[in-house]
């Protein structure tokens, strides 16, 4: 394995950096990449981040290079971490994108002209769109949002937390989009080692009197109300607010809470995603996982990048898993289709 890191300097990237030599996924064999924008502080911090990997990982680490051009390196899987994060003034998707645009179509072509074509895993918001510029380059079957993974990873935690387990013990899933349209498969929750009658008590209580339909709303009202608590300086009563929510509420806006209290951003939980999954495609084993891919209608009659089930391999990803999900759930993750793709084209045509 040989990885590049786009975006390697900031708080995200040197997470996935430190992570990935951590959990010794690149062989010592392998290199790790360090890709920095050209110019300006970005550019020298990469030999630090480089001195410091090494200082701290020189037991067991590949070779690891500094650079500010992704085509000029060997890497057969590229980490696109660059771009803008939401602040207090800018928070919407929208706004995000437009500002995110010329970053994704910049390493985007820089990515065309590497000498073979990669695997690009995105973590960049809104990942949807870096996504559709990669596919200008790339074949679609090689290029995997890990966002859909780490909202799944939240999702586990907040069930796993309300039943009394740990995460491991919670299969549950996010599909549709890295933002407000996140779709929680309900119908689709095993908890091992747990009685049926208490999930089903979770379950029952989580949907109960709600549609799939309003959730984009409702994640929109709490974190507003979040944010709002936190803009006052009472940090307790925003936590205990988040706390006080629903499990998909809870996994949708507990990110924005981290966010805005822990002094940079989701960079523990956004990385450690990231890693999972240039894990699982570096494991050589075949694996189901939620992940934002490029559909051309296999399921759904979804159509761009959107999150759904999808079979892994060392290429990339194979074919989508589809399962036996509720009438509403079906509606809901086209619903987050349409939206993505309306994102998607508001921004590229501005």
């Not at 010592?28 to 360090?34: M, N, V």
């Not at 495609?281 to 694996?287: E, N, P, Q, T």
Request: glycine content about 8%.
């Amino acid at each position: 394995m040989k990885l590049a890191i786009i975006g390697a300097t900031g708080s995200c990237g040197r997470q996935v950096a430190a992570q990935l030599l951590e959990r010794h996924i690149i062989p010592l064999d392998g290199a790790l990449h360090l890709i920095g924008h050209a110019g300006g502080v970005h550019e020298s911090e990469l030999w630090g981040l480089r001195a410091d990997l090494h200082d701290a990982f020189a037991d067991r680490a590949p070779r690891i290079e500094v650079g500010t051009d992704v085509a000029q390196t060997d890497a057969d899987i590229v980490v696109m971490m660059a771009g803008a994060t939401i602040t207090s003034l800018n928070a919407d998707r929208s706004k995000l994108a437009a500002t995110n645009r010329a970053i994704f179509e910049e390493s985007a072509a820089d990515v065309a002209r590497m000498s073979a074509e990669p695997i690009v895993i995105v973590q960049s918001n809104p990942v949807e769109l870096a996504m559709h510029f990669f596919s200008n380059v790339v074949s679609r079957h090689r290029i995997l949002g890990a966002a859909a993974w780490s909202d799944s990873l939240r999702f586990r935690r907040e069930i796993a937390a309300d039943l009394g387990v740990t995460r491991p013990m919670v299969d549950a899933e996010m599909w549709g989009q890295h933002g407000d349209h996140l779709v929680p498969m309900w119908s689709t929750i095993h908890v091992r080692g747990v009685e049926q009658s208490r999930i089903d008590d979770l379950v029952g209580r989580a949907t109960d009197g709600r549609s799939l339909a309003d959730l984009p709303e409702e994640i929109r009202a709490a974190r507003t109300q979040a944010l709002a608590l936190i803009e006052r300086g009472d940090v307790p009563a925003a936590y205990a607010f988040v706390q006080s929510q629903l499990p998909d509420v809870r996994a949708a806006i507990k990110p924005f809470f981290t966010h805005f209290t822990a002094g940079r951003t989701t960079e523990l939980a956004t990385a450690h995603a990231v890693t999972d999954v240039v894990g699982f495609i570096g494991s050589g084993v075949k694996m189901a996982i939620p992940a934002q891919v490029l559909v051309d209608g296999e399921w759904l009659g979804l159509h761009g990048p959107v999150a759904v089930p999808v079979l892994t391999d060392p290429t990339g990803w194979s074919q989508v898993v589809p399962e036996d999900i509720s009438t509403e759930e079906q509606a809901a993750l086209v619903a987050a289709g349409a939206a993505i793709t309306a994102l998607n084209a508001s921004t590229t045509t501005s």
